[in-house]
Structures are given as structure tokens and as C-alpha cells.
């Protein structure tokens, strides 16, 4: 932004945040509403607890109210049947007597369920109300009855004789059974037990506990009077009627248990009392309500619980109190009550929800009011949060954001401005040095660039000799143009240089050094930059570039000319931090390149050795594998400059290059894995040979000529030479057939069928083996020997095929007809066939069918082993490239079968060179290297059998490589090819 564009927005006065927000008054407006329902809804939750607890009162002096009104008269009961001809019963007849008493307290008594006396020695009776089905049912009574009385009668020996008697409602007896089981003894109960513990005379209560024969919750009140003591059970069944009526509102809970968390009655949300079957009271947290049993476990110590909880995601009121009277009874009783608050505070809700919707009124008329302070002050705002957000997603192509009235917002924007700017040049700075590939082009662009950003007038980069020893110049600016005669090599041995290279490398830092012309000691140090700058005084800002491992690479330079005259300002530290942020991009970005050009150094170095090793292998390749990337090259860079014909558009950029390098120097690879015994083969017999089969052959003449020499001693002279005479025509036929066979292993010219046939001809002659042809073999020659062997002297034929010549093919080294590469080989059966007749056969050449199969099978493992390296993107088509140097244009080559139109130009590229450098080599121990003629006359028949690319060949010869290649690589005397016309296709 320009000082003629900022000079109108300076004359702005912004005034204060707090005067435009001044305006927002319906905030205050808001507040007091706020203030105002937060009061009325204290007062209101106090009312509300207030009331609930006055009900949880009221509640439970009814429950306890209710519990005295059922015991009171069973205590009256209880005291006058003790008092009575019950209580001084003595025996089964008396206690019989007092039947119409006992008949009488359950009349008078609707809580009391059954009356009943036990005595010192065992006796016992019982009179039970037979109000039910189920106590009908499980007595067995007579459809008439309406009591049950239950005695036990124990004589002198202690043995109990049981009875049950069924009777009408008028006591008249129905039926008595006889229940010799029945052996109840009452002084092993507990409500026996605790009325004779207590005073004579005086009633006792049990716990609470579950009635077995109705299922009613009660309890036993008990009195001894002499020898007996009386008993009836009190249902407790009228509390949980009591709060089945309708109590606090219409969803809430009341529960009544023991402190020991024995539910007695409970009633839940508009279901009335829940009282599940079972013979012992239900406990509070198994079988109450899940909300009754969440607020049981909240109590504290003392029994308390918060006057509100939240629960099931709803507030409820909630009150813990003890049961008046319950504990003198007894048996301490709790009442447990949980009701809504929304329902017990439904009147004010409604009144609170009238004052929203009046204050929302309100609210609204203030809305245009609000919209309009509210866009006021909020649009700059907006604006500065969307470029924040277009600065997240690294978007810096919008406006700049306007100036605001308020003065924190302007400097806000002001500041993001600046911000924005700086960030856009950063990235744009460290995503052109990302890119860059050329080391060079990469160090000119990071000084270039940082120039630029700093307003700098020129400056250099260094960076550390090899030795450590130097700072070597590599890029040199002034005035935006190279100029390389200000880029100085300093000497960082020198104790008091005054490079500001040095001194920033010393200090690990940034440093600032002022030059000024009128000091010898800086002009002689600076002149070229105190010429090129045209300035008598200068300052410089040096800082020292670091990797990821914070090793020093170098130093960056920046020069500022100053003025000559006058006090300079300073550099701002804004402006050095911004620098050494770039710098410290810059730094990573040349390490990469280092890093980068270290490892390609490293690659063309591992790809040479290969190479090389591959052509030191054999002296039958020479230098073959350094010799076809020179060639490929030179038609590569020929196509790329044609600028007609086929390839007038052919272009390759760098990756390309590389790609073509790397496939050209691996195009052999593969012969690493060709035995040497294969490619060096120059005749047909030649092999792995165990030599012991000579050495066994010269040993089977030995013994020939021991015999020869006894005989010729038994013929004499004359019986000698009439035997030699009569030889010489055999043995003449003899020589004669060696030196054919000699000539057949040559291989030099083709094999015709009358040849072939002398040759097995030959082969069908005799002679006696007299030594074991199993001696001296190793394991693997043993093995294929067949078993077992003939009889010693054996017969054999002169040229043999025998089985342990024929070494099968592993499976594993099949190839499947749909393998991964798709290679398209006839693959022989036998790895290995070295048969003295099958090798001597071989029509054309030296190598049989086998043997021809390992020499092509090197680029079949030159393919595999290339497709196995981790080749980045860019150098994805090296073995495509290396592996189509076989292939044909009219797709009958190998290993794939590929045609033209399948290969890339640079595969085809490749097979014109390694067709041409095979033929012109001089250096192979089998062939001399063929003239340029005979080299481009074969290589012309090849293209018009659709072996080689014609237009490739074209472009070959008439961009003169073969000539350019024929100069370097061929003697002088080779090149004999003056018009390279004749041999277009």
C-alpha cells in the first residue's frame, strides 16, 4: 500500500469502542428483566419449598396417626385376652374354653388377622380369620369355614401332637384334622421371647415384618401373664391406603420404610400403593420406584436429603422425615415424599412465562434500535473475522480491510493488513523455493526473493567448503542482477576478519556491521560493493543458515546503502525477525537440495558399480553397459531437437532425463544373474566340466597302451607292422571323423541335416569302458547317475546324451502363464541339457535351446529386479524402459511380446543403441567390431523386419548419432560410411 493511499485514511479520527457501545442500552434493559425473574424465582422456589415441607408433615403425622389407630385397639385386645381364661389356661380344654374371646377380639379388630396363646411347656393355639382365598387355599378349609384354629399339645415325654379345627362364623365346629407334622413350638419366636423379657403385664411390639399367610406388611404385639404368654398380629395394610389417597400432586411419590430400609407402603406417580408378593418386607433399593430408590441412597448420615434434586432429567422437591411415635412403638418408621417442581410450581411458572413474553415485547420494539448500533459497530468486525478466516484457508486475493470509526478495531485492521501481506510473501517465497529443483536456480531465487521482501539493494550467499574451512560465494545480487564480482570467499581461519559472514557464523546469530568508504580497511575488503552500490556508507545484515540438525550450511547477506551524512536508523527488529523467518525456509530448502543431490550422487554411483561390474564380469560384454546410455543419450537429445518429422514435438523434461539415465545404465542388470559358463560359451561343448572324466578317458588309454605295447611284444617286428598296415585305414577314418566333429563344436557355420546325420553316425561308435564311471563325482552329478551301473568292461557310444546330462527345471522357476510381469517366453523343460550329441547339434551358433533361454532370461530378471527397487513417481517407468530393449515392432520380441505401439519411445530408443553398440564393439573376445557400413546395413534389414523403429532409425541417421557416437567409440578405420542415405528404411 502506498504512502499517496494511506495518507486519506490517516486524517481519520476513530473514536472509542465504549461511546459507540454506549448506545446498546436494551442490554441494561435485558439485565434488569434478568435481576427481576431471578428474585421472583428465589421467592417463589422458598414459597414452594415451604409448602411441600409443611405437606411431608402433615403426611406423616397421618401415617403415624394412622399406625396408632391400628395398634391402640389390638393393645386393648391383647391386655384383656391375657387377663382373661387365656391367659391362665393350663390346659388344652381351658384354653378351648376361651375360644368365643378369642373370636370375639378378631371381630372387634379388623386389623388383627390372628390371636393366639403359647405356654412354658410348649402348648400352643391359634385363631385365624379365614378372610381370604389364599389362607383358605393353603389350610384346606371347608367352603363354610370362617376360623381356623391352629393347636399344639405337648404330654410328659415333650413329644407335640398337632391339630387343625375349622369353624363357622357362629364357632361351631366343622372339622378337625389330626396333623401329627404340625410341631410348632412358640417359645422359639421372637415375639414369645421378647414379651417374657418384659415387665409382667406390659405389651410388646415386634419389628415390622411381612405377614406369610396374607402378604400384608404388620407387626406382633405380645403380653406374658404367668405361664402363657398372648399374641395377635396387627396389619399395618391401612398406610399404604393412607397414601394412596390423593396427596401432593398428581405425579408425585411417597414411600414409608423402617431405617433399615424395609418398605412398609409405597405410592407411585398416579398408580396408587405398589406392594409386590414374597414373604419378606421388599427392600427400599430393590423393589421401590427407580426415583425412590435413587433419593433413599442420597440421605446423608442423619437421614437427610437436599430439599431439591435432579433426577430422570426433572427437578423434584424432595423431604426425609421420621415418623412421630413410630419409635416409642417400636419400630422407628421413615417417610420418603418426592413431588415435580414444575407441577408444585406450576402457577408461577405460568407467571414467569407471562413476564418473558412481555419483556420479549419490549425486546422486540428495541430491535431496529439494536440492529442498527449492532451492524454499526459489528460490520468492521465481521469483515476482520471473514479475512481472518480467508488467512486460515491461506485465500490473500480479497481487498484489504476498510478503516473503522473505532480506534481498536482500526488498529486491528491495520495490523491484519500487515499481517496479511507478510504471510502472502512468506508462502509465496516458500512455496517458489519448494519448487525449485535446480540447485543453483534455487540458491539465486532465495536471494532474489529476500531482497525483494526486505527492500535490501544487493546480497550474497555462502556456503561452507567441504573442508569446513572457507565460506564459499554460490549466488551474488546488486540492484536485482547477478553480479557475481561481489560474491568474496572468506577465510574463516582469519582471527579479525571483517566479513559479516564470518562474524555471523562466530556468533551464531544475526549481526548488523556498518562499512563506510573512508576506512581503508573496508574499502579494502568491500570495494566492488561500495562501486556497485555507488555508496560511501553501508550497513549489513548476516545471519547463518541452519538444517534440521542446526548444522551450519552457510550465510546470508543483505546489503542497505546509507546515507553519507547524518545518524542512520536502525534495521527494526520487525524487519530482522521477518528475516530470519525466511532464512530459516530458505536454510531447510537448500539442505533438501543438498540432501537431494547427496542421495542422486549416492544412486548414479551404486548404478555405475553395477554397470561396471556387469561388463568386468565378462569380458564378452566389455563396455556394453556404459557405452548404450551414451548412445540412447545422443538419440534422446536428437529427437528432442527435431523439429520435424514424427518427433518435431518430442520433448523430455528433467525427471524424464533422469528416468532415461538410470533405465539405460540398468538395461543389463539382469545379467548378474547369467552364468559365465553361458555368455562366455564359444564352443559347443564347452560347460562346467569335472575333469575327472577326462582324466578317467586318459587313464582308459593308459591301459590301452600297456596292452598294445604286450601285444606288439608278443607279435614281434614283422606281426607289428602288418598290424599297424592293417590299422592305418581305420585310423585314418578315425582322424578324419575328429576333425568333423572338432569342426561341429566350432560352431561357426550352420549345421545342415547330411552333417547332422554323420555327426549321429559318428556317435553310434563303440568302445569299452573298463573303469567306474561313478568315481570322483560330486553329490549333485552323483545323484542324476543312473542306478545301478552296468558291469565293468562296459560298452559305450562315442557321443553320449546321457541322463545325468539333463539337469530338470525347478519349480519355482517355472513362469505361469498369467505371472504378474506378463512375460510371454517359450520356456524350455530343463534348466540345464549337456548332452555331447544335443550340444554338437546345435544348428547355428554355440548355445542350445537351453542355453539361449539363460542369456534371454537376463532381461527377464532385470525387469524383476528393477520392479522390486522403490522407485519415486517420476522414475516409475525405468523398468518399462530397461525391459523393452528386446522387444519388436511387430510384437514377436520378448520377455512380454510387446509391439510398437506399446513400448515408449524411450524403450525403442534403447533398442537402436543396444542393437548398433553390439555391433560396432571392439572390444569382444569372440567377434571383432563390424565396420559402420556392415553395423547400418544389418540394422536397416532389422527395421524392414519390423525389428527396430523405422522412424526412430530415420532420426538416427539423419541427425547424425551414429556418426557422433561412430567418432568417440569406433577406430578410425571402421568408419567407412560417407552418405548415411542409403541406409534410410
Not at 814 to 834: M, S
Amino acid at each position: 500500500m502506498s504512502s499517496a493511499d494511506t495518507a486519506p485514511m490517516q486524517q481519520l479520527k476513530p473514536r472509542t469502542l465504549y461511546f459507540t457501545l454506549s448506545f446498546l442500552m436494551v442490554g441494561l434493559v435485558a439485565l434488569v428483566f434478568g435481576v427481576l425473574m431471578l428474585h421472583e424465582r428465589s421467592r417463589s422456589d422458598a414459597l414452594m419449598l415451604q409448602q411441600a415441607g409443611a405437606a411431608a408433615k402433615r403426611i406423616g403425622q397421618e401415617a403415624a396417626a394412622t399406625v396408632e389407630a391400628e395398634l391402640r385397639p389390638a393393645r386393648v385386645s391383647v391386655a384383656l385376652l391375657a387377663a382373661g381364661a387365656l391367659g391362665r389356661a393350663g390346659s388344652e380344654a381351658e384354653r378351648l374354653a376361651a375360644l368365643p374371646q378369642m373370636a370375639a377380639a378378631l371381630h372387634g379388630n379388623a386389623s388383627v388377622s390372628a390371636v393366639y396363646a403359647g405356654t412354658a411347656d410348649g402348648a400352643f393355639v391359634l385363631l385365624r380369620r379365614l378372610a381370604d382365598p389364599a389362607t383358605r387355599s393353603r389350610m384346606d378349609a371347608p367352603a363354610e369355614a370362617a376360623f381356623a384354629l391352629q393347636s399344639v399339645e405337648r404330654g410328659a415325654t415333650g413329644n407335640a401332637h398337632g391339630a387343625y379345627r375349622f369353624y363357622d362364623a357362629a364357632m361351631r365346629e366343622l372339622q378337625r384334622r389330626e396333623r401329627p407334622d404340625y410341631e410348632f413350638d412358640p417359645r422359639t419366636r421372637p415375639w414369645y421371647v421378647l414379651a417374657r423379657r418384659a415387665a409382667d403385664g406390659g405389651v410388646v411390639q415386634s419389628a415390622p415384618y411381612r405377614f406369610f399367610t396374607t402378604g400384608e406388611p404388620g407387626v406382633t404385639l405380645a403380653q406374658a401373664r404367668g405361664a402363657s404368654v398372648v399374641g395377635a398380629d396387627v396389619s399395618l395394610q391401612a398406610l399404604g391406603e393412607m397414601l394412596g389417597k390423593p396427596q401432593i400432586s398428581h405425579s408425585a411419590e411417597l414411600l414409608i420404610a423402617t431405617e433399615g430400609g424395609e418398605m412398609l407402603a409405597e405410592a407411585r406417580r398416579g398408580q396408587g400403593v405398589q406392594m409386590k408378593g414374597g414373604q419378606n418386607l421388599p427392600r427400599v433399593v430393590e423393589s421401590a420406584s427407580p426415583l425412590m430408590r435413587a433419593l433413599w441412597q442420597q440421605r446423608d448420615a442423619g437421614g437427610r436429603l437436599a430439599p431439591v434434586q435432579t433426577l430422570e432429567g426433572r427437578e423434584w422437591v424432595s423431604h426425609a422425615l421420621p415418623l412421630a411415635g413410630s419409635v416409642e412403638a417400636g419400630a422407628p418408621l421413615v417417610l420418603l415424599m418426592a413431588a415435580p417442581r414444575d407441577e408444585l410450581q406450576a402457577f408461577q411458572i405460568e407467571s414467569r412465562r407471562h413476564s418473558f413474553y412481555i419483556s420479549l415485547g419490549l425486546v422486540l420494539l428495541l430491535l431496529p434500535l439494536v440492529h442498527l448500533l449492532a451492524d454499526r459497530v459489528s460490520r468492521p468486525l465481521r469483515n476482520l473475522a471473514r479475512q481472518a478466516e480467508a488467512i486460515e484457508r491461506f485465500e490473500f486475493g480479497g481487498p484489504d480491510p476498510a478503516r473503522s470509526l473505532i480506534r481498536e478495531v482500526d488498529r486491528l485492521a491495520l495490523a491484519m493488513t500487515a499481517m496479511k501481506h507478510s504471510l502472502r510473501r512468506f508462502l509465496d517465497i516458500s512455496g517458489a523455493l519448494g519448487a525449485e529443483r535446480d540447485f543453483d536456480a534455487l540458491l539465486d531465487l532465495i536471494l532474489r526473493e529476500t531482497i525483494a521482501v526486505t527492500g535490501a539493494s544487493g546480497g550474497a550467499v555462502h556456503l561452507l567448503s567441504e573442508d569446513g574451512r572457507t565460506l564459499e560465494p554460490v549466488a551474488a545480487r546488486l540492484h536485482g542482477a547477478v553480479a557475481p564480482e561481489v560474491g568474496y570467499s572468506w577465510d574463516l581461519a582469519m582471527a579479525d576478519s571483517l566479513g559479516a559472514p564470518v562474524r555471523a557464523l562466530r556468533a551464531d546469530d544475526a549481526i548488523e556491521a556498518e562499512l563506510r568508504w573512508d576506512d581503508p580497511a573496508h574499502l579494502a575488503a568491500y570495494q566492488p560493493l561500495f562501486t556497485g552500490l555507488g555508496a560511501a556508507r553501508l550497513r549489513l545484515l548476516s545471519l547463518p543458515l541452519k538444517n534440521r540438525q542446526h548444522e551450519t550450511l552457510g550465510t546470508l547477506t543483505l546489503s542497505f546503502p546509507l546515507p553519507a551524512q547524518g545518524r542512520p536508523e536502525a534495521l527494526g527488529a520487525a524487519l530482522v525477525a521477518f528475516v530470519r523467518a525466511l532464512s530459516g525456509t530458505a536454510a531447510l530448502a537448500i539442505d533438501n537440495q543438498l540432501l537431494l543431490r547427496a542421495r542422486k550422487e549416492l544412486l548414479e554411483s551404486f548404478i555405475q558399480l553395477v554397470a561396471g561390474a556387469i561388463d568386468a564380469k565378462s569380458p564378452y560384454t566389455g563396455g556394453h553397459c556404459q557405452r548404450v546410455p551414451e548412445l540412447t543419450r545422443l538419440l534422446a537429445q536428437a529427437a528432442c531437437d527435431a523439429t520435424e518429422g514424427p518427433y518435431a514435438g518430442f520433448a523430455m523434461d528433467a525427471e524424464q532425463w533422469e528416468a532415461l539415465h538410470i533405465a539405460s545404465w540398468l538395461h543389463d542388470c539382469g545379467k548378474v544373474t547369467t552364468p559365465e559358463y553361458i555368455v562366455d560359451k564359444a564352443t559347443k561343448l564347452e560347460t562346467l566340466y569335472n575333469r575327472i572324466h577326462e582324466i578317467r578317458t586318459r587313464f582308459e588309454v593308459l591301459k590301452r597302451d600297456v596292452l598294445v605295447e604286450k601285444l606288439a611284444a608278443e607279435l614281434g617286428e614283422a606281426g607289428t607292422a602288418r598290424a599297424r598296415a592293417a590299422a592305418a585305414g581305420p585310423l585314418a577314418e578315425l582322424d578324419a571323423d575328429y576333425a568333423f566333429v572338432a569342426a561341429s563344436n566350432v560352431g561357426g557355420e550352420t549345421l545342415d541335416p547330411g552333417a547332422l546325420a554323420r555327426l549321429r553316425g559318428i556317435g553310434e561308435r563303440r568302445w569299452q569302458r573298463t573303469l567306474d564311471d561313478s568315481l570322483g563325482l560330486s553329490a549333485d552329478e552323483s545323484r542324476r547317475l543312473p542306478r545301478p551301473r552296468p558291469p565293468l568292461p562296459a560298452a559305450e557310444t562315442l557321443l553320449q546324451d546321457r541322463p545325468e546330462h539333463v539337469v530338470p527345471r525347478p519349480a519355482g522357476d517355472r513362469l505361469a502363464d498369467d505371472n504378474r510381469w506378463g512375460f510371454r517366453l517359450d520356456q524350455p523343460g530343463n534348466l540345464h541339457h549337456r548332452g555331447e550329441l544335443h550340444n554338437l547339434a546345435v544348428p547355428r551358433g554355440t548355445l542350445t535351446e537351453e542355453e539361449r533361454y539363460r542369456i534371454n532370461d537376463h532381461i527377464v530378471q532385470t525387469i524383476k529386479m528393477l520392479e522390486e527397487l522403490p522407485f519415486p513417481k517420476h522414475l516409475r517407468g525405468v523398468p518399462e524402459m530397461a525391459g523393452g530393449h528386446h522387444e519388436r515392432m511387430d510384437g514377436r520380441g520378448y520377455p512380454k511380446g510387446l509391439k510398437g505401439a506399446d513400448m515408449s519411445p524411450q524403450a525403442r530408443m534403447m533398442a537402436i543403441a543396444d542393437v548398433f553398440e553390439a555391433l560396432t564393439a571392439d572390444d569382444r573376445p569372440y567377434k571383432p567390431g563390424k565396420r559402420l557400413s556392415e553395423a547400418l546395413a544389418i540394422m536397416q534389414r532389422m527395421v524392414r523386419e519390423q525389428h527396430l523403429d523405422p522412424e526412430l532409425f530415420a532420426l538416427f541417421l539423419s541427425a547424425g548419432v551414429c556418426l557422433a557416437y561412430a567418432e568417440r567409440f569406433m577406430p578410425a578405420e571402421r568408419v567407412d560410411v560417407a552418405d548415411l542415405a542409403a541406409y534410410r528404411p
